[in-house]
């Protein structure tokens, strides 16, 4: 069993930057690839980055290509996403996710957190 907690949202002006946090909870927490997604008003929840066990692999969407960095640390059992660049449509509830289960883009993670808002005005 793994528990999630994001923290690190807020509001920043258009061309800032944040960083999301995400505490996991459970003993096998250093097996599982770990993945942020996001979700905006009115739109399905959509993949924004991944990572492996180790941290040596990720993966990104798109548009979060070369504007976010997600890492991860075993030891103190967090991951996170720093996100520079941010712009008005990055505004969404982001969540972090863990064991993957069809693919680290799917939205069909095993584990998720309750959701940390993001909201960056123009």
């Known amino acids: 069993q793994v528990q999630l907690v994001e923290s690190g949202g807020g509001l920043v002006q258009a061309g800032g930057s944040l960083r999301l946090s995400c505490a996991a909870s459970?003993?096998?927490?250093?097996?599982?690839?770990m993945g942020w997604f996001r979700q905006a008003p009115g739109k399905e929840r959509e993949f924004v980055a991944a990572?492996?066990?180790?941290?040596?692999?990720?993966y990104y969407e798109g548009a979060a290509e070369g504007r976010f960095t997600i890492s991860r640390d075993n030891t103190k059992t967090m991951i996170y996403l720093q996100m520079n660049s941010l712009n008005p449509e990055d505004t969404a509830v982001y969540y972090c996710a863990a064991d993957p289960q069809a693919g680290w883009g799917a939205p069909s993670y095993g584990y998720w957190g309750q959701g940390t808002q993001v909201t960056v005005s123009s």
């Open positions: 990572i492996d066990w180790s941290g040596g692999r990720t």
């Open positions: 459970g003993r096998t927490f250093s097996t599982f690839p």
